[in-house]
């Protein structure tokens, strides 16, 4: 998963959103302006586009970005423009400061941050008659570096071949990106890496060839490093943090932080080199402390400031959460549950003093939470990252702030210091402290539940109530805003309530979304399963509630107009067939079929994935033609089952990626759907190697709990983890019922489930896709128990939304309506729970699971 859900959290207090879309937001000029004759504009959200009516570009040539600091943005906008609307050159530029800030921001995309405007000039003649141009005309000027751009010169002018027109290709593992062509007319990635580097294929022209010269030449003469970097520790728009170690001397390690000048900015506008200053003089001045780094050294090299700081050896909190809550495992015992409390307090403890003799300094620190502490081997704990770290009353206070650990009221001075401590009180044992910037009044829910499933002592219960009780905020509430709907033993009312929150935030009149979800749906036409109005409309539409037919007109109309003919289930095209499909519009499903057919990539070759891939579109095929009876569906049904038949040949490449979504899972949850039709046991033969395939990713714990290993993680979730390859056994065991390898796979994957820990509420990476795994198995010893205990748990990620119930989306910022991670498929899930057949494309189980003792 992406996580730069911060980006879009920033206008609605509700949900994700494109961060330019407040009216009330300060434009430049330039964006406001009508087009002159003969030009054609038009605006995307971000960008403001200018094109002659009579351009004919390329589909890929050289591009020039042109960067700016903020103060000077506007300014340079109208000097470039001007020069382009003169020549008849083409350009964008961004439509408003805001998103110029967030994309020169501390966490903004490395490979792009800076960009201001984008010029597209014809030929490569063209582009060095404007380099030559503009060069002056800009000269002097400081600007951000393009990372993966070449800059031209001294200036703020920065090159890189690319696309000029919008085509996309898919990556092995099923991800969607923008692609260019090769010289054989292949699409391949149109990569946005944070380094300047030219197609492989590609001679660059001579103005470009001279630059790269030029750059060889300087770096030649340039002072390297005093360190030998040995791993990067941390990566951010303002610069790196690496594991080093001195060239001369010992060869001690060191830390390493990097900052890059006039980059990486923070909500005042201070750059990385600003904190970077800070962090140095905070060190010096706590000096001593136990809890803080040594300052080694303070150099400069090329144009980026770096500080060498002491290693310290150990994890940080949120590293030793993950790792060693009980919580996260099935079933903790109250051994368990003890030891890990114990502590836990004793961390808080030391916290405690620590920033008592921060403030004993005259210093607040300003950005406490759990990755800004590392716990040693030995149980002592150091604070890292001081770039903040301030003295109230004479320093400027801090503009960045970790969500879930800032509130309104503690925004300043050692009151901030005070409120994070208390937020990390709670965060140890139950990590939701974000909800409470949706929800103030879940304070006494969480404390609650904390209090219930810790033995922590009822004054730090008390402390907790009391330190994260925001100012108007009752004490109890009476009214639980629906909480109480998860404790009904049938869940009466409960989807009643999550489907009026989903109607309620409608926006049929808005051409990009249907409903909010998650930023993945922001971009991706509105439609999809995963993340758009198809996959709401199939949840709401497979549990019995109301379905507008004004919004499955918009479902019809969005795939309709869509740029990207990308096919997929999830992720695509076949996803909105099938949709539109179930909810009675045949023609316009075919029609949408049709459209994704006519895809440059349409049945791409690396993505064998049930998300984006073969697998998929053979699921969606197999659905359309069981309802249609369509020869043509059934014929494609068939080349697709043969594809996907040889990729899982022992001579062919292993597949990428695992689980039901990016695995082969999916792959085997297709052949499981052909066998109910055709009774072919090679169908279930073909799908016992796919899962074999999975099972092998899989890790099973002391406990016995089966979980997907995904990098250094162990994940349970349905989409990613084990509960999607668990889903995929049990409609495998109902047709063989004695395959004893996977009967035992399977009761590990159920137990994985049973996990009360789990950060998000969503389908596909959180709590409601192991509820309806759970639910898929109804007749297991104790199911019911476990069923409802998950089923509750789901209330700590509700919160009311317009007369109904809604669920924080993923990174818990807003809150999301989608399948995916959000209400609709939550929804789905609740809906399993209450005894009804999951049916999620894909996962559709037949029957009741094979019991088993």
């Known amino acids: 998963m992406k996580r730069n859900h911060h980006m879009f959290a920033g206008d609605d207090p509700h949900f994700y959103d494109h961060p330019v879309d407040r009216a009330e937001r300060r434009r430049f000029a330039a964006a406001d302006r009508p087009a002159p004759a003969g030009w054609r504009s038009h605006e995307d959200g971000s960008w403001f586009f200018l094109t002659p009516e009579q351009a004919e570009l390329p589909d890929q040539g050289w591009k020039i970005h042109v960067s700016a ?15 382009c609307l003169e020549t008849g050159l083409p350009h964008k530029f961004l439509v408003n400061p805001r998103i110029h800030h967030l994309n020169n921001s501390k966490y903004a995309r490395r490979g792009s941050s800076g960009k201001l405007m984008t010029l597209y000039p014809a030929d490569d003649t063209r582009l060095r008659t404007v380099l030559d141009a503009l060069g002056p005309l800009l000269a002097g000027r400081r600007a951000p570096y393009v ?11 920065y090159l890189r071949y690319g696309g000029f027109l919008e085509r996309w290709c898919t990556l092995d593992g099923g991800e969607r990106v923008l692609a260019i062509a090769a010289p054989d007319g292949t699409l391949v990635p149109d990569r946005r890496d944070p380094y300047f580097a030219l197609p492989p294929w590609l001679e660059p022209p001579e103005c470009v060839a001279e630059q790269l010269r030029a750059d060889e030449a300087a770096a030649a003469g340039q002072p390297g490093l005093p360190y030998e970097i040995e791993r990067a520790l941390h990566f951010s728009n303002g610069g790196g943090v690496y594991l080093a170690r001195e060239r001369d001397g010992d060869g001690a390690p060191v830390v390493l932080r990097e900052a890059r000048p006039l980059a990486g900015l923070d909500g005042s506008g201070a750059d990385a080199v600003a904190r970077l200053r800070t962090e140095a003089r905070a060190l010096r001045a706590l000096a001593g402390l136990e809890f803080v780094p040594r300052l080694i050294d303070e150099f400069t090299v090329w144009e980026h400031h770096y500080l060498a700081e002491e290693y310290v050896e150990g994890e940080t909190l949120r590293q030793f959460l993950a790792r060693s809550n009980p919580l996260t495992r099935p079933e903790p015992s109250p051994g368990d549950l003890a030891r890990y409390t114990a502590q836990a307090l004793d961390v808080l403890d030391q916290l405690q003093r620590a920033v008592d003799a921060m403030h004993a300094r005259g210093y607040a620190f300003g950005d406490l939470h759990p990755a800004n502490v590392l716990l040693r081997p030995d149980g002592r704990i150091c604070l890292v990252d001081f770039e903040v770290a301030h003295r109230p009353g004479l320093d400027p206070e801090p503009s960045v702030a970790c969500p879930g650990f800032v509130a309104p009221h503690a925004m300043a001075g050692f009151e901030r210091d005070r409120y994070a401590l208390d937020c990390i009180r709670l965060a140890l044992f139950l990590p939701y402290t974000m909800l409470l910037d949706l929800r103030p009044a879940k304070v006494d829910q969480l404390a609650d539940a904390m209090a219930e499933f810790f033995p922590v002592p009822t004054a730090h219960t008390a402390r907790v109530r009391r330190g994260l009780r925001r100012p108007g905020i009752p004490d109890r509430p009476a009214d639980r805003s629906g909480d109480e709907l998860f404790d009904r033993p049938d869940a009466t009312g409960l989807p009643e309530a999550l489907a009026r929150a989903i109607l309620a935030s409608a926006t049929p009149q808005r051409a990009d979304r249907l409903f909010p979800g998650d930023p993945a749906g922001l971009n991706d ?17 497979a549990t019995g509630q109301p379905v507008d037919e004004e919004h499955t007109d918009w479902l019809w109309r969005a795939a309709r107009r869509s740029r990207d003919l990308r096919p997929g289930l999830y992720d695509g095209l076949h996803g909105a067939a099938l949709v539109l499909h179930e909810l009675g519009r045949e023609q316009e499903a075919l029609d949408v079929l049709q459209r994704a057919g006519r895809s440059p990539d349409p049945s791409p070759p690396g993505d064998l994935s049930l998300r984006s891939g073969l697998a998929g579109i053979g699921l969606a095929l197999h659905r359309l033609h069981r309802a249609t009876g369509d020869g043509g569906l059934r014929d494609a049904l068939d080349r697709t089952a043969e594809r996907l038949a040889a990729a899982l040949d022992p001579a062919a490449p292993t597949p990428a990626g695992a689980g039901l979504l990016t695995g082969q899972s999916g792959i085997a949850a297709f052949f499981l759907h052909l066998h109910q039709d055709s009774g072919d046991p090679a169908h279930l033969d073909l799908a016992a190697r796919a899962l074999r395939a999975d099972l092998a990713q899989c890790r099973t714990s002391e406990e016995g709990a089966v979980n997907l290993l995904d990098g250094t993680r162990l994940l349970p979730y349905l989409g990613n983890g084990s509960a ?54 109804p007749d297991r010893p104790g199911a019911a128990e476990r069923i409802a205990r998950q089923r509750r748990l789901l209330a700590w990620h509700a919160v009311p939304y317009r007369g109904g119930t809604a669920i924080a989306g993923d990174q818990l910022h807003r809150l999301s309506m989608d399948l995916a991670t959000g209400t609709a498929g939550v929804l789905l899930a609740v809906h399993t729970a209450g005894g009804a057949p999951l049916d999620l494309p894909g996962a559709t189980l037949p029957a009741l699971a094979v019991g088993r003792p």
């Open 69 to 83: 600091v903020p103060a000077e943005a506007a300014e340079v906008i109208d000097l470039v423009s001007a020069y």
């Open 147 to 157: 990372l993966g751009d070449l800059r031209w010169q001294d200036g703020p002018l």
């Open 525 to 541: 036409g509105g439609y999809t399963l995963a993340h758009g109005a198809a996959g709401v409309l199939h949840a709401l539409h």
């Open 724 to 777: 999607g390859v668990g889903l995929a056994l049990g409609h495998y065991l109902r047709h063989r019922p004695d395959e004893e390898e996977f009967a035992l796979a399977l009761d590990g994957v159920l137990l994985a489930a049973r996990a009360r820990l789990v950060i998000f509420g969503g389908l596909f990476h959180g709590r409601a896709g192991l509820l309806a795994l759970l639910a898929a198995h």
